[in-house]
């Protein structure tokens, strides 16, 4: 069980088993038993004790410090006991065996009334290979569902979930981005073989998706859990494809300021295109866009000295140039799927970076499956990227003086 508190210790989020636990329907009405006075938590650094009318109970918890766009947040993970586990009555479970018992006697029954009696052995062997059969390709699909090559976004339904969990739209994309920039963080970790960052890593990210009701993530997740070693690195790659086209339909950046930076021509020239090919794109003739980047507030958000900051920005600065002649190279072949990997590359390293103008114009490289679309956004993006360097050099030629 899980749930969120903010900087002012006030509950933000909980997950449906710690709902159902306190027996509230959503967190509005936990928070108003817990303004009543009617459910009361009591937090230390190893334990959560949970007051309600029936008493009090104290659990085991962990703390997950998370920082975020809205101040430092706190995960809590608690580890409830066996008999909180146990959903279902004796009397309820004493009926369930009675039905499995009445199935398993109606599966006999038609056995021994077969038209062919004397062939009953040969018949419950095929029972049998079908029941195995049905059930290895019951255990590949569940191994393979989400892996499907799709790359269209996912729009989330913010209005009705933000309503659903008791916070505003603008807090959910927040809470959203943070999310996505704790799943990059959390990617080495996630293929970590250490079991402890594993299990941190696949944890975090379950429970953070279940509070944020994303459904398609939560599958994922649990389908890495539940997968064979081998099959792991497919799963997680196929868990951050998906995370990639997580988006809402609120996404609409530059869009009118980008008619006036580029230009819809390229010149020609003589160069070899396979039938694949989207094209080619020549970005001399892209001017730069210029967006608003302070490196000291980048500094201070993440509370690290602007000297690393800077040198962390060169290093950014050189892989742009890289990435994007592979970018240029995989549109001339028609390799989609490259572009938008790299789009999702540089759009972590730019969003750790809190480089946002640049981060959102990657984000849309990375979500886009029509090569109509690319060259524009690839214009855009190298228009961002080109005001961002002007600027990180004219720094640096100024400290150098």
Known sequence: MYYIVNHTEHIIAADSSLL???????????????????????????????????????????????????GDITLVHIHPSAEDKISVSNDELFDLMSDAEEVKEKKEEKILFEDEPF??????????????????TVDKEATTEGLEDNTSP?????????????????????????YID???????????????????????????????????????????????????????????????????????????????????????????ITAESFGIINLDNVRPIHFDFQIEEAANDLSLPIELIEEFVHDFTEQVHTETEKMLS?????????????????????????????SDSLYKIQLCEDSNNLK????????????????INLRSEMERK
Do not use: C
């Not at 028609?334 to 480089?355: C, E």
């Open 119 to 136: 062939d009953l052995i040969s018949t419950v062997e095929e029972a049998t290979a079908e029941e195995t059969a049905d059930q290895e």
């Open 376 to 391: 524009n956004l690839i214009k855009e993006y190298w228009g961002l990227f080109l005001s961002f360097e002007n600027e």
């Open 182 to 272: 704790t799943a990059l963080a959390l990617e080495e970790d996630l293929k970590n073989s250490e079991e402890k960052k594993y299990y941190h890593a696949i944890s975090t990210l379950s429970h953070l998706s279940d509070i944020l009701h994303l459904p398609v993530i939560t599958n994922i997740i649990e389908q890495i859990e539940n997968s064979k070693p081998d099959d792991r690195d497919s799963l997680i790659e196929s868990l951050y494809a998906t995370i990639a086209r997580l988006t809402t339909t609120q996404i609409n950046i530059f869009e009118e300021e980008i008619k006036f930076h580029v230009e819809d021509t390229d010149p020609v020239v003589e160069k070899d």
């Open 154 to 178: 996912i729009v989330i339904d913010i209005e009705n979930i933000s309503q659903e969990i008791g916070i505003s739209t603008k807090d959910y994309e927040n809470f959203l981005n943070e």
């Open 20 to 70: 159902e636990l306190l027996s509230v329907k959503n967190i509005n009405e936990l928070y108003t038993k817990i303004a009543l006075g009617e459910i009361k938590f009591t937090t230390s650094s190893e334990e959560v004790t949970i007051t309600t009318k029936n008493g009090l109970k104290s659990y085991p918890a962990q703390n997950h410090m998370l920082s975020g766009i809205l």
């Open 330 to 358: 995989a549109y001339e072949q028609g390799d989609l799927n490259t572009i938008q990997n790299i789009g999702h590359l540089l759009k972590g390293a730019a969003s750790n970076l809190r480089i946002t103008a640049l």
